[in-house]
């Protein structure tokens, strides 16, 4: 489908220039674009209710928790997803 919309000139130089570079058209480039923004902003949507889940804090007076192993990434995320 085609369509028509302004670009800023520096930005239309520096898209046209990666588009050569990679060997593919520029409609690809904007195409791929396009899309990784569309699937950023689906990744940020919020959840059931229209609401993005709450953060709970897990604070601990002056040190860490005395169960919580910083060093290995998956016991910290299992323990904060224990604690949450």
Known sequence: ?????DIPEDLLVEAK???????RPLRALVA?????????????KP???GRRPR???VTVSGELAPDLEVAD?????G???RHW
Do not use: N, S, Y
Request: proline residues 3%; charged residues 40%.
């Open 47 to 49: 959840g059931p209710g």
């Open 55 to 57: 953060i709970r804090w």
């Open 32 to 44: 791929e674009g396009l899309r990784a923004q569309i699937e950023t902003r689906r990744r940020r």
């Open 17 to 23: 220039k990666t588009a050569a570079e990679q060997r």
């Open 1 to 5: 489908m085609k369509t028509t919309f």
């Open 73 to 77: 990434r998956e016991k910290m995320t």
């Open 79 to 81: 323990w904060v997803r």
